[in-house]
């Protein structure tokens, strides 16, 4: 991987983190994360993907994220 590349990726991954972190109640559908922080298919499904292996978010029934530790209503 190019290291521009490499660089923009843990940019958004810390980014994306960060707002998350900032936002315990953040609920968003990898669509909306797409238009929030402009990122290509390909990026954001990484970058998700990234997130959930590290058990920082986690998926929902409705296909959104949301943190990983925080308490939710099953996805409604």
Same mark, same amino acid.
């Not at 909306?32 to 290509?40: E, S, T």
């Not at 296909?63 to 925080?70: G, K, L, N, Q």
């Given at each position: ?32 994360? @797409? #238009? !929030?922080? *402009? ?5 954001? %499904? /990484? ?10 978010? @986690? #998926? !929902?029934? *409705? ?5 990983? %530790? /925080? ?6």
């Amino acid at each position: 991987m190019h290291p521009r590349t490499v660089d923009a990726f843990s940019h958004c991954l810390n980014l994306i983190r960060s707002e998350f972190t900032e936002m315990p109640g953040l609920r968003l559908s990898k669509c909306q994360a @797409r #238009r !929030l922080w *402009n990122l290509d298919l390909r990026s954001c %499904d /990484v970058i998700f993907e990234t997130l959930e292996a590290s058990h920082f978010l @986690r #998926r !929902l029934a *409705n296909d959104t994220y949301v943190r990983a %530790d /925080v308490g939710v209503d099953n996805g409604r």
